[in-house]
């Protein structure tokens, strides 16, 4: 490091290096490798006030079906160590209800918004597809393929490899806009399914969606979630999100978005070197706004520090030679 | 652009004292949040020596003062319990104001009757104060302890009606008791503003249509984002043809008592 | 409750109830539902000069093999929110080392040992079943089939209904003593593999073991273990634990022994209420040795304020009737 | 039953100050520890207000006064940056004390040689104090704050030689030159026991096998339990016709070098 500071070009290079950070999903380019995970940034507007959206790498809505869904009764998060359950049950205004509630904020930002797509069969994710490909402006479509809270949807498609390589290729014939499918966690190994949703033409992978998960009351014997169970996330299910990253990215070629815990730049940076081109901050927002820009400037420091260009130069890059 | 209703500010701690048995006053210096407040809003505050636990708790804005706020809590659980212990210069995030607060009465109109119950007096003080009608509150509590801040109603001109259960302060029974029989003195040119227990809020919404008299309730759901995202804290809404969730932290947590879907709730 | 306590008697009752803690897993009578976990107690002479071993219901030991273990290279554990990996490698003296160094210590107990072991092969499994059989005065054995952090053993046999089943059942013609499955929670459904170990004539399962998992360290870039991956275990997984024992609890009729995450005897009730008979704590050991002591003493607290008279009282008593 | 050798207590903070730069000495109260510290043995402190962050921190003991222990820390993460937060009064919980130490020289033996670097001078102090024979401390850092209880050392009467990587204080260079020299000088008689950073107990291991002396080292490995159950915090040990892993909270922190199969460490 000592010696390097000595040679006068590095110093000349950092005074006028630009840190490349830009990254791409299939055919989205994001000006930055942050973004936040859907169902945890409702539909962008509500945060509007506490940040600027638009330093945003993207923004990811709360899934989406076809028509409204009421969503399950309540209570419907219960707090647990270093993390949450939820049981929200994919409350929502529809495709038609999002775009003339929502979409016209959305459309006006200066970064791509992605959205994230549920149905309770193949079809109806390949029509909530073709409806969003219509609409034109779309940044990404987010297969859901993973959500524990629902019966009749979700996870099943997440946890059946010949279901998911279905959805996705149905949904692939339906639009050109990019494609990300939302893994499910709850599986034996990620690659099976990894696989699966990368020969059915998916662009990227989300890796991970919440684990199933439970608590009960034990003064009134009742689960603590009116769903009896839910979604575990937070810092909680970061190494089990870690591992999964990385052996996904062992498995596909396509990009991942790594998420589940992600709290600080540290934490990012970790999801990248285990294999992930971008990352997504989920919980965290809903007690500190301000997480994805403070990944976003301790990224760049980061970066910096280390004398590197460009962000990609982190993904996948753990050392994992066994000693 | 429009001016923020709500910013995210580093506050510190002013005071932090017990006001009775497990009652605590916390006033905190917040030069953003403060003049901003509408009465029935809510802080949401991270208490940051809780550290396994990571969501933010939310407490009724019980008064301003300059460029002050203040909250009154009671310490239930591990979050009320370390902020309890938090000192002054000690410092606390904050997210507010939030959520869409009790309608203010209008010179000349409503006279306002206000029901609270434990903390939910804390909700109610600042709709006193900028009420420019004065009118009745009525306060209820198990005992003598939960009865908060009844002075400070009193210094406002307001008529203040106790009840606690035990009979150790006010009138020996449940809130609603003097509430019914003020009712049945006259109903017109009344409306009624609670804040308190979901069972109290419920027994309120029956009076008030009842006696047919107006009533907004401020609901006490459950929340874990505060503003508006996770779609934790819905409660059922009348739509007409059937009900909707809809958000107490933004919605919310004031309604109008007709459009609770009182039936789906559990 | 008042209106109770005006009759006179249960007052009375109250005042002499003996509570009952006694619980059964298979032939094994514990004196109380309160054990600790494989892994996270030694041998139990380590933690003898801290707390009173015969006040457990049972000692359970750290896996063993036929032969000795060296175990993993280090680092071999680290320090995650709420939680810690592992990926200690079940390092161990083997069964005759086993007996040996810690047999003349355990075989003095008053408690039941529970001895935890494992193999590469079937065979290896049953000879080990066999070689503690003839010991005489075991307790119970705890098969282990669900360690994530050796590549040959351990978490294969958990994963695959099949050769699972194999297991149990090539034990439970080695032995006579009580079989205890400890189950992986790395699969989609608990259910189908708690059934097989049923079926193959396991007395009781054991839910749950650790979840595979990962942390970097960004500076290094290299794994945090020297195993690359391990397992996570400790209060962040808590509320994945309690799920998978109330899904085991409903399919299949054999005991469970609770475990994941417990601090306290709060969470000691939570996975009885769930479905289980008996509990264990693990990972808090090591920050608290007292833990097991203390979850007894608060269960049985708790009884009492709840005027009950048998800790089997709580077992599976969750109310789940959706409302 | 034998007499107790380890026990678990809550301690009370007796003083916390900081000694140079990022190292802090915190004084603790108790009675049923200290009275049974043994030179090199270690305290396993639960830091109580550490939250998500569960295990405990291990510490060298550095001194017994009475029914106190002290120990000398650096800050370096979230654990040890909150201990220097306590206050006097604040409670600790403790197992102590653990591990096998020093040999603490017998009188008329082996004149000992005491190499430190960093906060692995905290282990020393208790083995010069409590050895009949005064002897050399070569004590070393990164710079003149990592030096940390010179005078202390000197007080005991024993003979101090310091060096620092960025000669700030005492001989340039490192700790391990001004041995070599000693050693240069005579070899006779004399035992190494060494505690510091894992490449400075290699470098004390390698003179100490080409001088012909023998060494006991304290090794620094990541601990979880600190009582031998995890299984965390082995390192390899010769056992004649290979290796095996033994534990450093138990068989160690303190080995006789010679049994240190450092071709199997990372
Ligand atoms: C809009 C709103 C306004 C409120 N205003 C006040 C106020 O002015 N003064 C006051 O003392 N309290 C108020 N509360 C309740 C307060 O938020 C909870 O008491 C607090 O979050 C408990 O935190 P804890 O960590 O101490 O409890 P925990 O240890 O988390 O739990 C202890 C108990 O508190 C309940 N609780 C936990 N979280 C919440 C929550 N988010 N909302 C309601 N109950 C909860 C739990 O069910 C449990 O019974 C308000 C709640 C809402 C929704
Ligand atoms: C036998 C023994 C005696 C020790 N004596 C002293 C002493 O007298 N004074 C002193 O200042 N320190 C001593 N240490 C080191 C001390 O335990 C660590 O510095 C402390 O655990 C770090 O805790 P933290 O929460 O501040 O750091 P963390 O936030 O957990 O981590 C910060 C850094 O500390 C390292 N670290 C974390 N845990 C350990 C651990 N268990 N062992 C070693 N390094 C760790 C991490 O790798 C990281 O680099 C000793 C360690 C051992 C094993
Ligand atoms: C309250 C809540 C609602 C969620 N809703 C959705 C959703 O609608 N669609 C989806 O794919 N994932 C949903 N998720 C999962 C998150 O997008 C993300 O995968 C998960 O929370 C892990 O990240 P985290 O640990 O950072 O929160 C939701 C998570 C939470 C906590
Ligand atoms: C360091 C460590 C070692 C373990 N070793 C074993 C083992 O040898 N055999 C086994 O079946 N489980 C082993 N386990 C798993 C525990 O027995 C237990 O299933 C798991 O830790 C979950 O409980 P906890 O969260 O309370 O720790 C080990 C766990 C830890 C943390
Ligand atoms: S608390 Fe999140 S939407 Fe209301
Ligand atoms: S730290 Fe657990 S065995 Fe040494």
């Known amino acids: ?323 | 652009m429009l001016p923020p209703t709500m910013v995210e500010e580093s506050v510190r701690i002013i005071s932090n004292e017990r006001a009775t048995d497990l009652y605590f006053r916390l006033v905190v210096q917040s030069p953003r949040i403060a003049p901003l407040v509408q009465p029935g809003q809510f802080a949401h505050l991270r208490i940051l020596p809780l550290r396994e636990a990571l969501l933010r708790r939310p407490f009724s804005i019980f008064r301003v003062e300059g460029y002050t706020f203040s909250i009154l809590y009671k310490a239930v659980g591990k979050g009320t319990e370390l902020l309890s212990r938090m000192r002054p210069d000690d410092e606390l995030n904050a997210i507010g104001p939030l959520g869409h607060g009790f309608t203010v009465p209008p010179a000349g109109g409503e006279m306002p009757l206000l029901v609270a119950g434990g903390y939910g007096m804390a909700a109610m003080y600042l709709l006193a104060q900028r009420s420019p009608q004065r009118g009745i509150v009525f306060v209820g509590g198990r005992r003598r302890v939960d009865i908060l801040c009844e002075d400070e109603f009193r210094a406002l001109g307001w008529d203040v009606r106790a009840t606690t259960e035990d009979g150790s302060h006010g009138e020996k029974g449940l809130v609603t008791q003097p509430l019914i029989a003020e009712l049945k003195r006259g109903t017109a040119g009344r409306k009624l503003f609670a804040c308190g227990p979901t069972p109290m809020l419920k027994a309120v919404s029956r009076i008030a249509e009842e006696f047919n008299v107006p009533a907004e309730l401020s609901m006490d759901e459950h929340m874990c984002c505060g503003v508006g995202v996770c779609l934790t804290c819905v409660i059922p809404i009348s739509t007409g043809d059937g009900w909707e969730y809809q958000r107490t932290c933004t919605e919310g947590p004031v309604f109008d008592s007709r459009l609770i879907a009182w039936e789906a709730t559990a």
């Open chain 1, 1 to 323: 490091m000592k010696s390097e500071a000595r040679n006068p070009k590095p110093e000349v290079a950092n005074a006028t290096r630009e840190v490349n950070l830009s990254v791409q999903i299939g055919g989205m380019r994001m000006q930055n490798p942050v973004t936040v995970a859907s169902g945890t940034f409702g539909y962008g507007v509500e945060y509007a006030q506490l940040l600027d959206l638009n330093q945003l790498g993207a923004v990811v809505v709360k899934g989406i079906r076809l028509g409204p869904v009421r969503g399950n009764p309540t209570p419907r998060t219960v707090e647990v160590a270093s993390g949450l359950i939820n049981a929200i049950g994919l409350q929502g205004p529809g495709v038609d209800g999002f775009i003339k509630k929502y979409w016209p904020f959305l459309k006006e930002l200066k970064v791509p918004t992605i959205i994230n797509i549920w149905g309770t069969t193949v079809e109806e994710y390949a029509e909530v597809a073709r409806r969003f490909d219509e609409l034109g402006g779309v940044g990404a479509l987010e297969l859901n393929v993973s959500c524990p809270n629902i019966k009749e949807g979700g996870a099943q498609f997440g946890t059946d490899c010949k279901l998911l390589s279905q959805v996705v290729s149905a949904c692939r014939k339906a639009t050109r806009l990019p494609l990300i499918t939302k893994m499910s966690p709850n599986v034996v190994s990620i690659a099976p399914y990894a696989k699966a949703a990368e020969e059915g033409g998916s662009d990227a992978l989300a890796v991970t969606n919440s684990y199933p998960a439970m608590a009960i009351d034990i003064e009134t014997r009742r689960p603590r979630l009116a769903n009896i169970t839910g979604g575990l996330t937070g810092p909680c299910i970061k190494p089990i999100a870690i591992k999964l990253v990385w052996e996904a990215a062992k498995a596909v070629k396509i990009p991942i978005i790594g998420m589940g815990g992600i709290q600080n730049s540290a934490d990012a940076i970790e999801f990248m070197m285990a294999g992930a081109t971008a990352v997504a901050v989920g919980t965290a927002n809903f007690y500190e706004p301000q997480t994805a820009l403070q990944v976003l400037a301790g990224l760049r420091d980061f970066l910096q520090r280390q004398g590197l260009t460009d962000v990609r130069q982190l993904v996948g890059s753990v050392r994992v030679e066994k000693v």
